[in-house]
């Protein structure tokens, strides 16, 4: 049964490409729905995780890493991240303990300081540094706009996260449950498959490649006489070249993309799955105000 001083209400999660804002989100969650990838500019899409308690709700929106943009999916990415700032009811402002503040985090304080919104500064990676040199660098971001709390924080090792969820709780109004509580995000499964496929295709291309390529589910469908669901998607990238590297020799690179997702997506589904993967080409994407909504970009 419901607590009847119930609490509820959504938390942004902003800051500079490759903090570990996904990786954060995920360890709250205790399961995986972002993709994690040491490359930047990995979340495209506002990501909504929820976690539900016995007393509150908290909805997490994962924002794209703030950078300057190179072309129209960039732009679209800055206006995802920096849109509903003065709407949710705490802002986490994640940045890495192990590195000095930088013209990007500048940056992201400067469109804080004309926000409203209650701000926790958390500091991410406190296990790449030393205990001494800690209280230095949160000296050294506290200056950069004001905040009402500081936690710093491992998300990869999980470290002090629940002193975190305690802080969130805290600034969350008196509300209802927007969500089922065995809910965990409000993508639909597609969405998160191809987020699942495209991660792999990250961790095994390198350069430009990564950020050419969009994934979109085609078919999720239950074949007769088999125990499994068939799945399947387009990696879609922008030039023949780059097609011809995401195959690999012998069609190796496109087999071990479909391997390592295969496992993720039947961890999310609870079902085995055939995948079945293609590879197109449409040339320019990133540009193409029409592409960009095809392809699950769009307002």
Request: hydrophobic share 40%.
């Given at each position: 049964?419901?607590?009847?001083?119930?609490?509820?209400?959504f938390i942004s999660i902003v800051g500079r490409p490759n903090v570990g804002k996904s990786t954060l989100l995920n360890k709250i969650l205790r399961q995986k729905i972002a993709i994690m990838s040491d490359k930047p500019q990995t979340t495209r899409n506002k990501i909504q995780g929820i976690l539900t308690e016995h007393d509150f709700q908290a909805i997490f929106i994962d924002t794209p890493g703030i950078h300057k943009p190179k072309h129209?999916?960039?732009?679209?990415?800055?206006?995802?991240?920096?849109?509903?700032?003065?709407?949710?009811?705490?802002?986490?402002?994640?940045?890495?303990?192990?590195?000095?503040?930088?013209?990007?985090?500048?940056?992201?304080?400067?469109?804080?300081?004309?926000?409203?919104?209650?701000?926790?500064?958390?500091?991410?990676?406190?296990?790449?540094?030393?205990?001494?040199?800690l209280l230095l660098r949160i000296d050294q971001y506290k200056d950069l706009v004001d905040v009402e709390e500081i936690i710093p924080l491992s998300a990869l090792q999980g470290d002090?996260?629940?002193?975190?969820?305690?802080?969130?709780k805290k600034r969350l109004p008196e509300g209802p449950m927007f969500f089922a509580a065995d809910q965990i995000t409000d993508h639909p499964e597609r969405f998160v498959i191809a987020e699942l496929?495209?991660?792999?295709?990250?961790?095994?291309?390198?350069?430009?490649?990564?950020?050419?390529?969009?994934?979109?589910?085609?078919?999720?469908?239950?074949?007769?006489?088999?125990?499994?669901?068939?799945?399947?998607a387009v990696i879609y990238t922008e030039r023949k070249s780059q097609k011809g590297i995401l195959i690999g020799?012998?069609?190796?690179?496109?087999?071990?993309?479909?391997?390592?997702?295969?496992?993720?997506?039947?961890?999310?589904?609870?079902?085995?799955?055939?995948?079945?993967?293609?590879?197109?080409?449409?040339?320019?994407?990133?540009?193409?105000?029409?592409?960009?909504?095809n392809f699950g970009f769009h307002e």
């Open positions: 049964m419901r607590n009847d001083n119930f609490k509820s209400g129209k999916l960039g732009e679209f990415m800055n206006k995802q991240a920096t849109s509903t700032l003065g709407e949710v009811d705490a802002i986490l402002f994640l940045v890495e303990a192990n590195q000095e503040p930088g013209a990007g985090d500048q940056y992201i304080a400067d469109i804080l300081k004309g926000i409203k919104t209650p701000i926790i500064l958390v500091l991410n990676k406190v296990d790449l540094i030393k205990k001494d040199e002090n996260v629940e002193v975190l969820i305690k802080e969130i496929i495209r991660e792999k295709v990250l961790q095994l291309t390198e350069e430009e490649i990564p950020h050419s390529v969009a994934v979109v589910v085609e078919q999720i469908v239950e074949r007769e006489h088999t125990d499994k669901l068939f799945v399947s020799k012998d069609g190796a690179l496109l087999k071990e993309v479909g391997k390592r997702a295969r496992n993720d997506i039947e961890r999310l589904l609870g079902s085995k799955i055939y995948l079945d993967l293609w590879i197109k080409v449409k040339k320019d994407w990133r540009n193409h105000a029409i592409d960009l909504r």
